[in-house]
């Protein structure tokens, strides 16, 4: 007589919404009816619920119970993949999940199952027939996708509420399936839209006691909109009008919108205070923060206004206690003259620029990791194709993978690193200046020269160190030093240093 062999079958399911419209997918179906088929076959049950969930590509890692599922099967615990359809196990669009699931089943002896046919994938006719409903579920879900979009399109362009969180003063009313405004959020918010015609956020959130990311959020232009009951179509740019009640009026709206508008222009002030303040170059050298501008309320004797440079660190309390405040004008002087004299022979700093460029092979360097990286690729695709072929095992593919992504992070942060060492080439032409063209530049234009010919000035107590983009010298180096005077402490009543004001004369036409 021969040995019965007890059949332990993995009952799997999941229900997904693309499948709303298919009543026999249910997932009060699918539980009743599977294990009552299992049982009428004598086999011995395993379920794997994974409820409602998705199983198209790049979701399939919130499917616990079918990864779990994946551990028995390699550990040889199932007989048998029991489902409603052969679509639960995965509903891939490009099929390579879906393969996979073959491979892996076809290695370890499970067989796949329905309540109308068994298919078995390591027999040829049997994985014909897998592959063709496989590319069926396919086609399928490419057409779903598609509806859906459309759906989700003449949704917004009909001005359908589209789910997710309503903003206050609004709430989500299940029965009409739309938002609905909450008398009293409406009430509290209004005394927001209110100040915020003529205050600040910040100032709206201190005095209202919201958070200020909160009273942003408020008043932001796609947030009025909804106020408004309308959207925009980013295709015509025109307004949309939705099915939710509005509690906005346009004419405060379009008050709010002009004053954050007037406030994030800064009302036409100038965007840097100094001559060397946001450039990003200009830094604290004892702890490294960036160096600002101070604008000095009091007015001296002669009428003249001193302005400083000094830490950020110092706003509002002294952090940075080595630091100190330094007159604007002195650290500009100073900044300008060492500049011009750096400049004054622009053709040894040309010379000294192609010398410290000789031995540098990195452009090489990187020609030869982008043919690494076009190597891994390749390496990589040709590994999709084996596993879609059965050529190579499912487990090893996925260790495959794996080095093949960790080899291209590699190049990817070796090209990081070697892009960061590249100097781009001075622009000569726009260095190449005398001090009296220099003198009669605007302001905007010094300061993009200064951009252009340095790197970084540190600002210490008593001197900067100055860095330059390029070699000011055949040593290769860089770096200026340049003091700047030192004020004592006062020891009696008027005994501090007074600082003079060069005259500022008139432009050159």
């Known amino acids: 007589m021969g040995t019965y062999i007890k059949m332990i079958a993995a009952i799997y399911i999941r229900k997904s919404r693309e499948d709303k419209a298919r009543p026999g997918f249910r997932l009060t179906a699918q539980r009743e009816q599977l294990p009552a088929f299992a049982r009428s076959q004598g086999w011995q049950i395993e379920v794997y619920d994974d409820g409602h969930a998705s199983a198209a590509r790049g979701k399939t890692e919130d ?12 550990a040889g ?58 590319g069926f579920s396919s086609v399928e879900m490419k057409v779903l996708q598609g509806r859906m979009k459309e759906g989700r399109d003449q949704a917004f362009k009909g001005g359908k509420f589209l789910g997710g969180k309503c903003p206050p003063p609004y709430v989500h009313d299940k029965a009409k399936g739309q938002p609905v405004i909450d008398p009293q959020a409406l009430t509290d918010i209004r ?18 006691g919201w958070p200020h990311i909160a009273v942003r959020r408020a008043i932001s232009d796609e947030r009025l909109l909804f106020y408004q009951a309308l959207r925009l179509d980013p295709q015509t740019g025109e307004h949309i009008p939705c099915e939710w009640p509005p509690c906005m009026e346009a004419d405060q709206a379009a008050r709010i ?55 950020k660190a110092n706003e509002t309390q002294r952090l940075c206690a080595k630091s100190r405040m330094v007159p604007q004008h002195i650290i500009d002087e100073r900044v300008t003259t060492n500049l011009l004299g750096t400049m004054d022979n622009i053709a040894e700093l040309q010379a000294a620029w192609l010398a410290t ?34 050529i190579i095992d499912f487990a090893d593919a996925k260790t495959t993978r794996s080095d093949i992504e960790a080899a291209i992070l590699a190049i990817q942060k070796q090209r990081t690193g070697l892009q960061a060492t590249v100097t781009t080439t001075p622009d000569w032409d726009s260095l190449s200046f005398t001090g009296e063209e220099f003198a009669v530049l605007t302001r905007d234009e010094q300061r993009e020269v200064i951009g252009l010919a340095i790197a970084n000035i ?20 860089r770096t200026a030093r340049v003091h700047l005077p030192f004020r004592k402490p006062a020891t009696t009543a008027g005994s501090r240093q007074y600082y003079k004001l060069k005259p500022t004369e008139p432009k050159k036409p």
């Open 257 to 311: 919108m002009a004053n954050r508008k007037n406030r994030l222009s800064g009302y036409n002030r100038a965007i840097a205070a100094g001559l060397l303040s946001n450039l990003g170059l200009f830094t604290c050298g004892y702890c490294g923060r960036s160096v600002r501008a101070w604008k000095n309320g009091r007015v001296r004797k002669d009428g003249t206004r001193l302005d400083y440079y000094g830490c």
């Open 191 to 208: 005394k927001v839209w209110e100040l915020a015609e003529t205050m600040s956020a910040k100032a709206v959130a201190q005095q209202t």
């Open 77 to 134: 615990k199932i007989n048998i993949i029991l489902v409603i359809e052969l679509s639960r196990l995965s509903r891939d669009d490009s099929m390579q999940d879906y393969v996979a699931w073959l491979h892996l089943c076809g290695q370890h002896g499970v067989k796949l199952a329905t309540t109308s046919r068994i298919l078995d994938p390591a027999m040829p006719s049997d994985w014909m027939l897998l592959l063709m409903e496989g």
């Open 63 to 74: 499917l616990k119970e079918r990864g779990r599922l994946e551990t028995d099967i390699r």
């Open 458 to 477: 540190r600002l210490y107590s008593t001197y900067l160190i100055i860095e330059y983009r390029f070699p000011r010298t055949m040593t290769g180096d």
């Open 357 to 390: 460029q000789g031995d540098d092979n990195t452009s090489g360097q990187l020609t030869e990791l982008d043919r690494k990286e076009a190597d891994q690729q390749a390496r990589k695709k040709r590994l999709v194709a084996a596993v879609a072929e059965g």
